[in-house]
C-alpha cells in the first residue's frame, strides 16, 4: 500500500478566503434580514429612502445569504472536503442586488471555474473511489448551472435591463423549478455533502450506511427536479402539471430524511461528544431542523394545505426553519471545526460557543413560531366567511395588523440570532488571533494508478463501479437531474391548451411598459401577488381568478409569492388615479395603520424614456406583437396616455402634477391590471365558464384609467 | 474489520480518514418510501387518468354556488327591508359605519365626505335622490356609468345601514375646499336631523 507514495500540499489560504467570506456575508444577511422584518412593524425604518425600502432589499437579503452566505460556506466547505490540488483564483463578488444580464454572465462563468475547479480536483484524485459527499457535490454542480442557464435565458434591452424569453405561465413554471431547485441543490445537496464529510470527521463515527447513501443519493436528485411546480398550486398553470409538483413532493420525504437518518445514526455511540462539542451540538440541530423542514415542504405541496399556507407568513416560517436551522447551523458548526485546525490552535472560547448555540437556538424559536403563528391566523382570517355567506374580513389591511405583535416577536428572533453570529464572529477571531495561520498542508498518499484493488471493497450493489468512473457517474446524475424539467417544460411549450389565448388580452402600452418596469424595479412583487386563485374567499375579495391566457405578454410573470399587501392582479380601475398618487406618496394617507413604505421618489424622479424603443423592440422580440415600426409613434403615444393621466388626477384635486414623472407611469400600469377580461356587473360570470371579454381594443390598447371598474368586487 | 456480530461491516473504503458502515436500510423508512410512491400514483392516476375527482375549476364551481346560494338568501331578506329602513342614531351603529366609510368610501369620497372623484355627501344637491332610502340603493346598486362602485355582495347588510347612517350625519357638515355640486335639477331636502 505504501509503494509510490507522492507528496502534495492543501491550500489552505483560498478555504481561509471563502471561510472570511461566508462569515461577512453571513453577517450582512442577517442583518438585512432583521433590517426588513423591523420594518414591517416599522415602516418608516427605510428612513425614506429608495434604496432602502423592503422591496428592494429583500433580494439582497435573500441573495446575500442564499448565495453569498451559503455559497461561500459550500466552496469552504467543498475545497476542504474535496481536497483541492488546482488552486485556482476563485473570487466572487457577489454583489447583485438585481440580477440583471451581465450579472447572469457572470454567475455563469463563476460557475464554469468552479465546475472545472471540481472535476479537476476529481480527476487528479488519489483516491479510487469518490465518497457519497463527492456524489452531492457533482449533482450540485451540474444541476445549479443546468438550472441557471435555462431560468436566466433573456433579452438584453439596455445595458442593465433585460426581459425573459418566457411569459407568463411558462415563465412561472421555469422560474419554480429554478427556484425550487435552487434550494435543492444549492441549499440541500451541496450541504449533505459537506454533513458527510464534516460530521464523521467530528464524531469520529464511521457513517451509518452505505447503502442508505446509495438511495438516497440517487432518489433525493432524481425526484427532487419535478416538485418545483407546488409553488404554483391553486393557480393558472394547468392542473397535469399541479399534480405531479404536489405527487413528487410527497414522493420526496423518504430521499431526504434517508440524508438525515444517515446523519443522525451515525452519531450513534458518540452522543457524549456532542453534549461537550458545540461543534456537534450546531450539526445535530442542523440535521434535525433539516429533517423538520424536508417533512413540511411535502406537507406544504399538498394541495389543501397550501390552500391555506400559500402567500402567507407560513412559508416564511418555513425557509427560515431550513435556512436558520440546517444551513446557518451547519455553517457555523463547520466554521467552529475548521479555524482551530487552519490556525493550528484551539478555539478561543468553548463557553462562547455555547453561548452562541442558545442564543442561535433561542432565536430561531423566537423566528418560526411567531411565523407559523402569523401565517395560520392570517390564511384562515382571509377564507373566514360569515354564516350569510360574507366575507368576514373583506379589508385586507385589517387582517395585516392582527400580525403586528408577531412581526415584533420575529424580529426579537433575528436579533437573538444576529447577537449568536457576532458571538462567533469574536471567537473566531480571538482563535485566529492566538494561533499561527498554516497555508499549506503537506500530506502524502499513494498514487491512484498505484492502489491495488481491494477485494473488500465489492459490495453486493455494485456501485463501487460508478464511483470510480467520475465522468460516467456525472453523465448518470445529469440524466437524472434532466428527466423532471424535460417532461414538465416540453407539454408546456407545444400544447397549446395549456395556455388557452384569450382574444380581449392586448400587450401593454409603451407607457405601462415603463410602469411595469418600475413595479419590477422597486421590488412591488416581494409583497404583492397578482394571481388571483379559484376560491371564493379570494374572488369575492378581488375579482375574478386569474387565467392562463391573461400572462402571455407578461415579461417576466409577477405571480408572486407572498402577500404582504393584497394581490393586485385585478386592482386596474378600482382606485381612481389620484388615490394610486396619494397613497404612492404616502400610504397611511389613504390607509391608516398601513405597513407599506412611501415612494416619494416616484412623485419627483423623471420617467427615462431614452431606452423605450429599445425596450418595444426586445419585447417584440421575445414575442409581444407590437407592429412593425411601433417604436417609432411609441413616445407620442407615450405622451397622449401621460396627458389623460394628469387630466384624470385634476378630477382628484391633484393639479400640479408634473406628466413625466415615474408616478404616472406606474399609475397608467397599475390602472391597466386584470382589465383586459371583465366580469358582468350585477351577476359575476358563471364559474367555470370563459370571461366575458372585453370589446377588443386595437393595439395598444386606450388605458382606462380613472373610470372606476363598477364589475370590480375588490377592495384594499 | 471489526468482529463484533453485533455490529455491522465496516466498510474497507477509506475517504480522507472517514469511513462507512454498510448497515441494511431501516425497514420503517424503506415502507416510508414505498407508501408515498404509491400515494403519489394513486393521486395521479385518480385524478388525471379515471378522472374521478374534481380539478379545480370544478371545486371552485361547487364551492362559488354554495357560497353565493348563502349570500343571496340573505340579500334578498335585506332588499325586502329596504323601504322601511330609517337611519341609526346608536353610537356603535354609527363608529362601525364611520369605519367603512373610511375604508371603502373615502378613496373617492374623502374622509370629511367633501368629494374628489366620486360627489360632495355633505351638501343637499344630490344626484340620485337625496333620501335615506335612495342612498341606500345606490349603495347596494352603484351607478356604474359614472364609476360607484356596486357594494351589493360587498357590504354586509349591517354595514350597508352603518355606513348609510354614518353618511347621514354628514349632511350639512361644511368640510374645507368641497366638491362644487353636480347635480342637474337640485332639490332642496330640508336640513339634516343632526344640524
Request: proline fraction near 7%.
Amino acid at each position: 500500500m505504501n509503494t509510490d507514495l507522492e507528496t502534495f500540499k492543501y491550500d489552505n489560504r483560498i478555504v481561509r478566503a471563502f471561510a472570511i467570506a461566508t462569515v461577512i456575508w453571513g453577517l450582512v444577511g442577517f442583518s438585512a434580514g432583521l433590517l426588513i422584518a423591523c420594518q414591517l412593524f416599522w415602516p418608516e425604518l427605510n428612513l425614506n429612502l429608495q434604496f432602502t425600502t423592503f422591496g428592494r432589499l429583500r433580494p439582497l437579503h435573500t441573495n446575500a445569504v442564499i448565495f453569498a452566505f451559503v455559497g461561500n460556506g459550500m466552496f469552504m466547505g467543498i475545497i476542504v472536503s474535496a481536497a483541492v490540488t488546482l488552486p485556482l483564483g476563485l473570487t466572487t463578488s457577489k454583489e447583485y442586488a438585481e440580477l440583471e444580464w451581465p450579472i447572469d454572465i457572470a454567475i455563469a462563468l463563476v460557475w464554469v471555474v468552479f465546475a472545472v475547479n471540481l472535476f479537476g480536483t476529481i480527476l487528479k484524485r488519489r483516491e479510487k473511489h469518490l465518497y457519497v459527499a463527492i456524489w452531492f457535490y457533482i449533482a450540485t454542480a451540474i444541476t445549479v448551472a443546468m438550472l441557471h442557464i435555462v431560468n436566466s435565458l433573456e433579452i438584453p434591452a439596455t445595458a442593465f435591463k433585460s426581459y425573459s424569453v418566457y411569459a407568463g405561465v411558462q415563465d412561472a413554471l421555469v422560474q419554480w423549478w429554478y427556484a425550487h431547485n435552487a434550494v435543492a441543490f444549492f441549499l440541500t445537496t451541496s450541504y449533505l455533502g459537506l454533513m458527510y464529510y464534516f460530521l464523521p470527521k467530528a464524531a469520529e463515527r464511521p457513517v451509518f450506511s452505505y447503502r442508505l447513501s446509495i438511495i438516497h443519493f440517487w432518489a433525493l436528485i432524481f425526484i427532487y427536479i419535478w416538485a418545483g411546480p407546488h409553488h404554483l398550486l391553486y393557480t393558472a398553470l394547468p392542473d397535469w402539471a399541479q399534480s405531479l409538483g404536489m405527487a413528487f413532493s410527497i414522493m420526496l420525504i423518504a430521499p431526504s430524511w434517508g440524508g438525515m437518518l444517515n446523519g443522525l445514526l451515525t452519531l450513534r455511540g458518540a452522543w457524549n461528544k456532542v453534549r461537550e462539542e458545540p461543534m456537534l451540538k450546531f450539526m445535530v440541530v442542523a440535521i434535525t431542523a433539516y429533517g423538520m423542514a424536508t417533512l413540511e415542504g411535502p406537507m406544504l405541496s399538498i394541495k389543501s394545505v397550501n390552500a391555506l399556507s400559500h402567500y402567507t407568513d407560513w412559508t416564511i416560517a418555513h425557509v427560515h426553519t431550513a435556512a436558520l436551522g440546517w444551513n446557518g447551523f451547519l455553517t457555523f458548526s463547520v466554521l467552529y471545526w475548521l479555524f482551530p485546525r487552519l490556525y493550528n490552535t484551539k478555539l478561543y472560547s468553548m463557553r462562547l460557543a455555547n453561548w452562541h448555540f442558545w442564543l442561535g437556538l433561542l432565536g430561531m424559536m423566537f423566528y418560526v413560531i411567531p411565523m407559523y403563528w402569523s401565517g395560520i391566523t392570517q390564511g384562515l382570517m382571509w377564507k373566514q366567511f360569515t354564516n350569510e355567506g360574507f366575507m368576514q374580513y373583506p379589508n385586507f389591511l385589517e387582517t395585516v395588523l392582527q400580525l403586528i405583535p408577531m412581526y415584533k416577536l420575529r424580529a426579537i428572533g433575528g436579533t437573538f440570532y444576529l447577537l449568536g453570529a457576532c458571538l462567533m464572529t469574536y471567537n473566531l477571531y480571538r482563535t485566529a488571533k492566538a494561533g499561527v495561520f498554516v497555508p499549506e498542508v503537506e500530506v502524502q498518499a499513494p498514487a491512484l494508478k498505484s492502489q491495488p484493488e481491494h477485494p473488500e471493497e465489492k459490495h453486493p450493489w455494485g456501485h463501487r463501479w460508478i464511483e470510480s468512473k467520475p465522468m460516467v457517474l456525472t453523465g448518470f446524475a445529469l440524466v437524472a437531474v434532466a428527466i423532471g424539467g424535460l417532461v414538465e417544460f416540453i407539454p408546456m411549450w407545444i400544447i397549446k391548451e395549456n395556455v388557452p389565448t384569450i382574444a380581449a388580452v392586448k400587450p401593454y402600452t409603451p407607457l405601462e411598459v415603463l410602469g411595469r418596469d418600475i413595479y419590477i424595479r422597486e421590488g412591488c412583487v416581494g409583497c404583492h401577488s397578482q394571481m388571483i386563485r379559484p376560491f371564493r374567499s379570494e374572488t369575492e375579495r378581488y375579482g375574478e381568478y386569474s387565467k392562463a391566457g391573461e400572462f402571455v405578454y407578461d415579461h417576466p410573470f409577477l405571480w408572486g409569492s407572498k402577500r404582504t399587501g393584497p394581490d393586485l392582479h385585478r386592482i386596474g380601475g378600482k382606485y381612481p388615479d389620484a388615490w394610486h398618487f396619494n397613497h404612492m406618496d404616502d400610504p397611511r394617507l389613504v390607509s391608516p395603520g398601513s405597513i407599506m413604505p412611501r415612494y416619494p421618489w416616484l412623485l419627483s424622479q423623471k420617467l427615462e424614456t431614452n431606452s423605450l424603443p429599445a425596450r418595444i423592440g426586445t419585447l417584440r422580440k421575445v414575442g409581444v406583437p407590437y407592429p412593425d415600426g411601433f417604436e417609432a409613434t411609441a413616445q407620442l403615444n407615450l405622451e397622449a396616455q401621460q396627458k389623460r393621466i394628469v387630466d384624470n388626477l385634476k378630477q382628484g384635486a391633484i393639479t400640479n402634477a408634473p406628466a413625466d414623472r415615474e408616478i404616472i407611469a406606474l399609475v397608467a400600469y397599475l390602472q391597466r391590471l386584470g382589465t383586459d377580461i371583465k366580469v358582468k356587473p350585477a351577476a359575476p360570470a358563471a364559474p367555470g365558464a370563459p370571461a366575458t371579454p372585453s370589446p377588443s381594443p386595437a393595439v395598444p390598447i386606450a388605458p382606462k384609467t380613472a373610470q372606476l371598474d363598477a364589475s370590480n368586487q375588490t377592495r384594499n | 474489520m471489526n468482529n463484533n456480530p453485533q455490529e455491522p461491516k465496516l466498510l474497507e473504503h477509506d475517504a480522507d480518514g472517514i469511513r462507512e458502515l454498510d448497515n441494511l436500510l431501516p425497514r420503517w423508512w424503506v415502507w416510508l418510501f414505498y407508501g408515498c410512491i404509491a400515494f403519489a400514483a394513486a393521486y395521479l392516476v385518480y385524478y388525471h387518468i379515471l378522472k374521478a375527482g374534481p380539478l379545480q375549476a370544478a371545486e371552485y364551481d361547487s364551492e362559488w354556488k354554495t357560497g353565493e346560494a348563502l349570500k343571496s338568501a340573505a340579500l334578498a331578506k335585506f332588499e325586502a327591508t329596504i323601504g322601511t329602513l330609517t337611519p341609526s342614531q346608536d353610537k356603535a351603529v354609527l363608529a362601525q359605519g364611520q369605519q367603512v366609510f373610511l375604508t371603502y368610501c373615502a378613496p373617492c369620497h374623502r374622509p370629511d365626505g367633501g368629494g374628489l372623484v366620486g360627489p360632495n355627501l355633505c351638501d343637499d344637491y344630490w344626484i340620485h335622490g337625496s333620501n335615506f332610502v335612495d342612498n341606500i340603493k345606490i349603495i347596494i346598486n352603484g351607478v356604474p356609468d359614472k364609476g360607484m362602485l356596486t357594494w351589493r355582495g360587498i357590504l354586509k347588510p349591517s354595514e350597508v345601514h352603518a355606513v348609510a347612517s354614518h353618511i347621514y350625519t354628514l349632511r350639512g357638515t361644511k368640510p374645507p375646499n368641497p366638491k362644487p355640486r353636480e347635480d342637474q335639477a337640485p332639490k332642496p331636502t330640508g336640513p339634516s336631523p343632526f344640524e
